[in-house]
């Protein structure tokens, strides 16, 4: 379980195709304190700590499953690549965010970015069968970081990012096309579950 609020930003150190896809993730957590079985979602994607090192600097590894390349945009990792991290939540931690599971349901495109001030205004497009799920107001996760939805018009959906969400997480470096994991709100899933059966 995660909040949304980005604690490091990692670099993509190594990429090994092996049964799964083993990837090296260089960080500034101090890994001593990192338990081997772990979870750190990584770019929104909750993944498991199977070897990790601190020496010269910190750094883990991680397997991913083909399921998981499939449905996230991890395929598009690569050597050098930023990636937002997260530590799992502990009993006691300040919920700054919403409740975030690391299971990504889809992969949402950017389809429009525009400053506004020292902010950035950035539109995404939401697979169909998702965008049901994103209301005005309400709670993503993208890329990992907990946001607020600003508006919605059919699949597509605006985002605010302020110049500090900018500094501390990837998303400073946004672009068009980019691919970007998407987990809705939980309880945005219950209730449209919920209204299927009213």
């Known amino acids: 379980m995660f909040t949304g609020i980005i604690t490091d930003i990692g670099r993509i150190e190594a990429l090994e195709q092996r049964g799964d896809l083993r990837a090296r993730i260089s960080c500034g957590y101090d890994m001593a304190g990192v338990d081997l079985g772990a979870s750190i979602a990584c770019d929104g994607v909750c993944l498991t700590v199977v070897a990790k090192g601190d020496d010269p600097k910190g750094w883990f590894d991680v397997d991913i499953s083909a399921e998981t390349v499939s449905k996230t945009n991890l395929s598009a990792w690569s050597v050098g690549k930023r990636v937002n991290l997260e530590r799992a939540l502990k009993v006691g931690d300040e919920l700054g965010g919403h409740i975030v599971s690391g299971h990504v349901d889809g992969v949402a495109e950017v389809v429009g970015t525009e400053d506004d001030g020292d902010s950035t205004r950035v ?18 996760a993208l890329n990992g970081t907990s946001l607020t939805v600003n508006a919605v018009d059919g699949c597509d959906f605006g985002i605010n990012f302020i110049p500090h969400t900018k500094e501390m997480t990837t998303w400073g470096d946004v672009g068009m096309g980019d691919k970007v994991n998407l987990e809705i709100d939980t309880l945005a899933r219950y209730v449209a579950r919920l209204a299927e059966f009213s």
Do not use: D, M, Q
């Open 123 to 140: 539109t995404l497009r939401a697979p169909e069968s998702l965008a049901r799920f994103i209301a005005p107001k309400g709670s993503v």
